[in-house]
């Protein structure tokens, strides 16, 4: 067992002034580039072995949709008008009583609303990076992979992640007027999955935890907006997004089902490190910045805002009932369990699987709510 420090960088899961350090110096980088240690296997078993891959890879064929002529690309969106009427639905996401004592507390409805505009460029911004470390990661599982109905599977998703960096590239471009570069905790975590020598690390950094936050946050996006291009964008992109979280839970019950009590912890730090790194990011630092307030006077106030908490939490409702379903939860007396109860998460745990839900995703009917 490795010590909270070895896993996550600091000691402690709070230390604000750690979580701030990791910034990204390189704004400029326009190539990133990460050693892939893993061996490329070749299988000569063709035989449908995992009948439930096989399914999820029939769906996929009959899934596929096109980002081009499916959008309602002519949709007009007027940013500052949008984030008015979202906040004027649910309000900022934020308390703005929580930031009394800094320089949020004289903001008015011009800069909150301005920092709902910058929120929704980076948030997109990370989905958009997010989705090409998804494209990246099923490239290399449908070559690290040793099972057939697994890289037939895979190489689909390879489709799906390609036309998610497109709507989401085109979108930021089109309607928001730029991107964000990415957040350095995110890009620590892709880092991580891709350089990883074990395939099935990458499914659990990707397929579970990544994808799993993800379906957890464009549905919440896509129940809060009322931009049409948006909503029906990421409607599509879910129905997606639940069959690859699926492929995940569906490969790894069966890897993990076998798996001594070492090889286990190992996972369980993995999803642990994850669990962290994309907590830290949805601080939202550069947003903070970028609107000329300085992260270390808000950011511990972020993590104790009430309002902000319940996205935060609602954020794992996902990864938790899948990682409970992996055995990943209560291995090693319950030590991701545990973790999970200092994050605040843990009450998602006996929330429906997606191995089990992901058929509620299909498009022609209203998604599942997230939360
Ligand atoms: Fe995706
Ligand atoms: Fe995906």
Redesign the pocket.
């Known amino acids: 067992m490795s010590a909270t420090e070895d896993i996550i960088g600091r000691a402690e899961l709070n230390d604000i002034e750690a979580i701030l350090s990791v910034t990204n110096t390189d704004v400029d980088e326009v190539e990133h580039v990460v050693k892939d240690n893993s061996d490329a296997i070749f299988t000569w078993d063709y035989s449908l072995a995992r009948p439930a891959l096989r399914k999820l890879y029939e769906k996929a064929k009959v899934g596929q949709w096109n980002a081009t002529t499916d959008l309602p690309w002519d949709t007009d969106v007027d940013l500052e008008a949008q984030i008015t009427a979202d906040q004027a639905a649910i309000g900022a996401g934020v308390d703005p009583n929580a930031y009394i004592g800094t320089a949020v507390e004289k903001w008015g409805d011009k800069e909150w609303i301005e920092f709902g505009m910058e929120g929704r460029r980076w948030t997109l911004s990370q989905f958009l990076h997010g989705?090409q470390g998804?494209l990246l990661c099923t490239a290399k599982i449908t070559e690290t992979v040793p099972w057939y109905d697994a890289k037939l599977y895979a190489a689909t998703q390879v489709v799906?992640?390609a036309r998610?960096v497109e709507v989401f590239a085109r979108y930021i471009d089109e309607k928001l007027g730029g991107e964000y570069q990415i957040n350095a905790h995110l890009r620590m975590l892709l880092d991580d999955i891709v350089n990883d020598s074990r395939w099935d690390m990458t499914y659990l950094g990707m397929q579970i935890m990544v994808?799993g936050l993800?379906l957890a946050a464009f549905g919440f996006m896509h129940q809060l907006t009322s931009e049409p291009l948006l909503k029906q964008l990421l409607r599509y992109?879910m129905a997606?997004?639940a069959r690859?979280v699926a492929f995940g839970v569906l490969s790894l019950k069966e890897v993990y089902e076998q798996m001594s009590d070492a090889e286990m912890m190992d996972r369980q730090e993995f999803a642990y490190e994850a669990a962290v790194r994309m907590r830290d990011r949805f601080l939202q630092q550069e947003v903070w910045e970028r609107m000329g307030i300085p992260a270390k006077d808000v950011v511990p106030l972020v993590l104790q805002d009430a309002t902000r908490d319940v996205f935060q939490q609602m954020l794992f409702s996902k990864i938790v009932p899948n990682s409970k379903k992996l055995g990943l939860l209560d291995r090693n007396d319950s030590w991701l369990r545990r973790r999970f109860e200092e994050m605040g998460v843990i009450q998602f745990e006996d929330w429906e699987n997606t191995g089990d839900e992901y058929l509620k995703f299909d498009l022609g009917q209203e998604a599942p709510s997230p939360v």
């Open positions: 989705e998804a799906d992640e998610h994808e993800a992109v997606d997004e690859h």
